[in-house]
């Protein structure tokens, strides 16, 4: 459909108060998860695709990938999935920055396909406070408001607390938003960007934006201040997110994740485990994941970094490297 600049403002303000409804509550259960520390070798399975750009049938990709990872639609008939975005900035034009709107598409193609009873969208911005306005400018209004899909502002919904199951930050409880106990799997939908401090951020760090900036502030202060690498473990041990997907058609390469360069990796990357799926990212960007923090100390709790124990299904990581700049040290 064509909408003409004269109808622009009228358009952006019924998409908005369309996602303002659809962001009230919703359904029920989040599973109490139980923390494993690994004495023994661990083994995970990783999809690679090749996807050129984003004008390709992303959907039918990601369910390709859903296939090889054995995720069956008796697996997902009747589940509720939250797919949690990197949603950073308003950056209209600047596919590097943000998830792109048509990667949520493909997922929520791909979910429903296999018969999800509901998919939503949650994020909680870390730079800006008007998540809707994030929502709209990046290009991912358009997608939830075509596609009729429901819309969390994590960073103010209501709240449920937590044991913090490592306690790396020294925080004894996590505050998270409601949604995430009413949802059956969350789906980290990251990007695939060099980091400043935590050297790169791809599924894990993506969880970062699910703690709400209305207890933790904006940039999430207080869990910067409690150390950003040891925070990341914390919410994954905390929260056990399902499944994750990386956009890395194209990516964030140098002084990410925010002021970096375009890099064009032309791949997607998912995962049941998040620390493989990441593992696989960094090799992907020349980086050794055993180099970055968060993936070394994950490792011992949520599932193995070890290239031989990760098992690459579709493409192999020598056939998409491309290595990328790192951001400078600070």
């Given amino acids: 459909m064509t909408y003409q600049a004269s109808d622009r403002k009228r358009f952006v303000f019924t ?17 109490g998860h139980q923390l494993i520390r690994y004495t023994t070798r661990q083994q995970a399975d990783v999809f690679i695709a090749k996807a050129a750009d984003y004008r390709i049938d992303l959907g039918r990709i990601i369910s390709q ?10 697996e997902i008939r009747g589940k509720r999935i939250l797919l949690k975005p990197n949603l950073v900035e308003v950056s209209s034009g600047h ?3 943000n998830t792109h709107p048509l990667v949520i598409r493909g ?8 018969g999800a009873a509901a998919v939503f969208v949650g994020e909680g911005p870390a730079h800006v406070t008007d998540t809707f306005m994030v929502v709209e400018e990046t290009g991912l209004g358009d997608v939830l408001f075509e596609d009729k899909i429901r819309f969390v502002d994590l960073n103010y919904d209501d709240l449920f607390d937590l044991t913090n199951q490592t306690g790396f930050n020294t925080l004894s409880r996590l505050t998270f938003p409601a949604t995430l106990k009413k949802v059956d799997w969350i789906v980290s939908v990251a990007k695939m ?24 502030g904006w940039p999430k202060n207080v869990l910067h201040y409690r150390g950003i690498s040891q925070s990341i473990v914390d919410i994954n041990t905390t929260l056990r997110p399902h499944f994750a997907i990386v956009d890395g058609i194209t990516g964030m390469q140098g ?12 791949v997607l990357v998912m995962g049941r485990s998040l620390p493989a799926v990441d593992a696989t990212c960094c090799r992907i960007m020349g980086v050794d994941p055993h180099k970055i923090d968060y993936l070394r100390v994950a490792a011992k709790h949520l599932g193995t970094i070890v290239e031989s124990d990760i098992h690459q299904r579709g493409e192999m990581i020598n056939g ?3 290595p990328f700049t790192l951001a400078p040290k600070t």
């Fill in 65 to 74: 990938g859903l296939h090889e990872l054995g995720i069956s639609p008796q």
């Fill in 193 to 216: 960007k060099t980091h400043h401090w935590a050297g790169v951020t791809l599924s894990m760090k993506n969880l970062f934006g699910v703690m709400p900036g209305s207890v933790y």
């Fill in 95 to 97: 596919a590097h920055i």
């Fill in 320 to 322: 998409v490297y491309t």
């Fill in 255 to 266: 002084d990410g994740p925010i002021m970096g360069d375009p890099i064009h990796p032309g």
């Fill in 15 to 31: 998409r908005r108060e369309f996602l303002w409804c659809l962001s009230g509550g919703i359904f029920l259960g989040l599973g």
């Fill in 107 to 114: 997922a929520i193609e791909a979910f429903l396909r296999l």
